[in-house]
């Protein structure tokens, strides 16, 4: 084992081969590799868990508690299923909202000011050529209605309920279901076509 | 993938996060017993999952990596009195007690509905064995229907420093899971909340326990998703 680890910079993920491999050492139980997981993709997973949350207190606990889970999970993460960083984020993203639908419903009235998460998360540029995955979902996104894919991405970054969405889009809870649920079938047939 | 189509939107809800909260545990709970469901929310997990790869980073405020190095410590302390032979003495005890055959649920389950096919009295006595998988039982609830007690016996549920176990019962018809208070990981729990509910939903109901903060959730709502689950089957009277 290397002692003398490289440390990528806080907010600058590293390559997927490299966190790949430091997954495989925390599974074997290797605290230094954990250490530099945790330096180069912390800033990614406080992001997904913040912007649920919005509290810090909470968003801190949630990723205190995503990364205990990350290491005792290292050992499931299989490659073939998406890249490290996108199982990581998800594991953080699924402790955010079991919290968040705990606590209270994500309500508009709690969205930062100024603050546009659709149009952040959606900015093609931005995200440009992270992944293939990222691509092919972002042009499967592309083909929805502006305002279904909005009510998608409020879901998935903000962790809005079915109710929070309705409030948003002045429509009955009933059609908000029926939109996750036509677009959410669009985008696994566009996905695997 | 025999999944109905609408198992697999609440998967894909379940990934995305806008299921209702007592829909959401149901889920949770039913994952952990129905592989090709916890399949399909996998898979939407999968699919979706790229979005939050690409969430632009934020510092947070502050090193959590002490904290969380101490966490993983206190979760790897050994047990003091979880040794593998007294976990096996009480298991072979609780099955002698309990069944007098294998306590596998599903073992269990075939007995049961063989027997019901012959017999016209309904059974009294009823156990789940709380578990995350068929070879780690954690803990077992035993249940008596008519008088509703609830008795808690440990298996081999590892202690958690600084936390709880706490039992929920879960049916839809209940709305979200609601606490049959805290279980102890290392001595019988009893318990007389079940007196509050009916039989049919004590019967058809899934048992879940999941990890919180010393002494219980503090608003009566699961923490997280369950780390043990379970449901009734028939004891032989």
């Known amino acids: ?193 | 993938m025999t999944l109905s189509p609408d198992d697999d939107f609440a998967a894909a809800e379940f990934a995305l996060g806008t299921l209702e909260p007592g829909e959401r545990a149901t889920l949770a709970a039913r994952r952990l017993r129905e592989s090709e469901l916890d399949a399909a929310i996998r898979a939407w997990e999968m699919r979706l999952s790229p979005l939050a790869e690409a969430t632009p980073p934020i510092v947070p405020p502050g090193d959590f990596l002490p904290a969380i190095e101490a966490r993983i410590r206190a979760a790897a302390a050994p047990p003091a009195s979880h040794g593998v032979a007294a976990l096996q003495k009480r298991l072979s005890r609780w099955r002698a007690a309990a069944v007098g055959t294998t306590g596998i649920a599903a073992a269990l389950a075939i007995g049961f509905i063989a027997r019901e096919a012959t017999r016209a009295v309904a059974p009294r006595e009823f156990v789940a064995i709380l578990q995350r998988s068929a070879d780690s039982p954690a803990f077992v609830a035993s249940i008596n229907l008519d008088s509703r007690e609830l008795t808690v016996r440990p298996l081999a549920a590892p202690p958690q420093a600084g936390k709880s176990y706490e039992l929920w019962i879960i049916e839809p018809k209940l709305g979200p899971p609601r606490s049959l208070g805290v279980i102890d990981a290392a001595t019988v729990t009893r318990n007389p909340r079940l007196a509050a509910f009916d039989r049919a939903v004590v019967e058809d109901a899934t048992y879940a326990v999941t990890v919180e903060p010393e002494g219980g959730s503090p608003d009566g709502k699961p923490s997280g998703p369950p780390v043990f689950v379970g449901k009734l089957v028939a004891v032989e009277p």
């Open chain 1, 1 to 193: 084992m290397s002692t003398a680890e490289e440390t990528p910079k806080a907010t600058e993920p590293a390559a997927s081969d490299d966190l790949a491999a430091l997954l495989g050492r925390v599974a074997a139980r290797d605290a230094a590799a954990f250490a530099a997981l945790y330096r180069s993709t912390h800033a990614v997973l406080y992001g997904v868990v913040a912007r649920i949350l919005t509290r810090g207190d909470a968003s801190g606990e949630a990723l205190q508690e995503a990364y205990v889970r990350i290491w005792e999970k290292a050992g499931e993460f299989d490659s073939a299923r998406g890249s490290p960083l996108a199982w990581m984020a998800t594991i953080a993203r699924n402790r955010a909202i079991d919290e968040v639908r705990r606590v209270r419903p994500a309500s508009l009235e709690e969205m930062p000011e100024g603050f546009e998460p659709a149009a952040e998360a959606v900015d093609p540029l931005a995200a440009r050529a992270r992944s293939e995955r990222l691509a092919a979902l972002l042009a499967c996104l592309g083909n929805l209605d502006a305002d279904k894919r909005e009510a998608v991405l409020l879901a998935y970054y903000r962790g809005f309920s079915r109710d929070a969405l309705a409030r948003r889009f002045g429509a009955p809870t009933a059609t908000i279901k029926t939109w996750l649920r036509r677009s959410l079938m669009q985008l696994r047939d566009c996905l695997e076509s």
